[in-house]
């Protein structure tokens, strides 16, 4: 196999494990924290060995300051800012830190 198809592979069964641990950790954080919060850092482990980007969907659930995995209402509390465009911005309570993101009108 050339060295092409070897990373795209590599690539793909990396993204793969980001997912499955990224919803393993969302479904067991109201039970244990410290576990989800282990299977999170592992993804973010995993996605900077293969040199690849977490899906947008589970990126805005990580702390940009601390680098925590966030579950609402738990670890995290969200605000909503009206404006052009409106916003959502996502508080860490570990660190404080906000991070925002757009809200999709239709």
Not at 23 to 44: C, H, P, T, V, W
Request: glycine share 4%.
């Amino acid at each position: 196999m050339n060295r092409k198809k070897e990373n795209e592979t590599t690539k793909k069964i990396a993204l793969e494990r980001i997912e499955i641990l990224l919803l393993k950790a969302d479904q067991i954080y109201s039970e244990d924290a410290q576990l989800a919060q282990n299977y999170g850092e592992r993804a973010r482990k995993i996605a900077m060995k293969a040199k690849i980007k977490i899906p947008q969907k589970w990126k805005i659930r990580y702390c940009n300051k601390c680098k925590t995995f966030l579950y609402p209402g738990i670890n995290s509390h969200t605000r909503t800012k009206s404006g052009k465009p409106s916003r959502v911005i996502t508080y860490c309570d570990l660190c404080g830190k906000g991070a925002r993101s757009k809200v999709l009108s239709n």
